[in-house]
Structure formats: structure tokens, C-alpha cells
């Protein structure tokens, strides 16, 4: 059984940073491609990051491009989502979700295994 477990959520003020972590358990991290995604309430959950299992690639919604860096270190089985230049729009509990897939996917129905999630709230 996979298991996904996030940390690193918080409260922090606008403009600064936060840098979530998910580790996977119980099963070869290097297989996934991973993804990290975000719901605001009374929003739909929506795609923010994803980086491939070879971290040769990967892709950003444009709300976050340049301010958030989605990473990996496979010797850690965790990937790590680095947030900056927060803004108040950026709050959410944000999930990391695992994917079996050929390719990096923005389509959350295609993750297999997702984690609880972490709350990020910013503050004005």
C-alpha cells in the first residue's frame, strides 16, 4: 500500500515563503511521477505542479510559474514544493498525489494515490 504524507504547511505573510514536503511510503518512489495540487474552499481542486519520475520534467500552472519550484530527491523518496512571493489567493490545503503514468499530467483523476494534505494560509 502507498501511503503520501505532507508537511511544511503553515501560516505565513504575504510575500513570503513556504516550502511543503510529501514523502511516499511503501513503495518505489522513482516509479511516480508526482504532482501537487491545491483546494481553496467552495473551489474545485486544481493542478499546480508536477514533476516526472526522472525529474527531466516539468510543469507549473501559470498562477504559480516563477514564484513556485517543484523538486524531487529520490534518495528521500520525497518531493518538495517551494513556494515564494506568497500571495493571499495562495491559500489552500495543498495534497501531493503519485502517478504511474508515461508522462507528467496536470488531470487530477489520473494521480492513483493521493496524501491528506497541508494547510497553507496567507495572511495579508
Known amino acids: 500500500q502507498v501511503q503520501l504524507v505532507e508537511s511544511g504547511g503553515g501560516l505565513v505573510q504575504a510575500g513570503g515563503s513556504l516550502r511543503l514536503s510529501c514523502v511516499v511510503l511503501g513503495r518505489t518512489f522513482s516509479s511516480y511521477n508526482m504532482g501537487w495540487f491545491r483546494q481553496a474552499p467552495g473551489k474545485e481542486r486544481e493542478f499546480v505542479a508536477a514533476i516526472s519520475r526522472s525529474r527531466g520534467s516539468t510543469d507549473y500552472a501559470d498562477s504559480v510559474k516563477g514564484r513556485f519550484t517543484i523538486s524531487r530527491d529520490n534518495a528521500k523518496n520525497t518531493v518538495y514544493l517551494q513556494m515564494n512571493s506568497l500571495k493571499p489567493e495562495d491559500a489552500a490545503v495543498y495534497s501531493c498525489?503519485?502517478?504511474?503514468?508515461?508522462?507528467?499530467?496536470?488531470?487530477?483523476?489520473?494521480?492513483?494515490?493521493w496524501g491528506q494534505g497541508t494547510q497553507v494560509t496567507v495572511s495579508l
Open positions: 498525489a503519485a502517478d504511474l503514468g508515461v508522462r507528467v499530467t496536470t488531470r487530477p483523476y489520473e494521480y492513483e494515490y
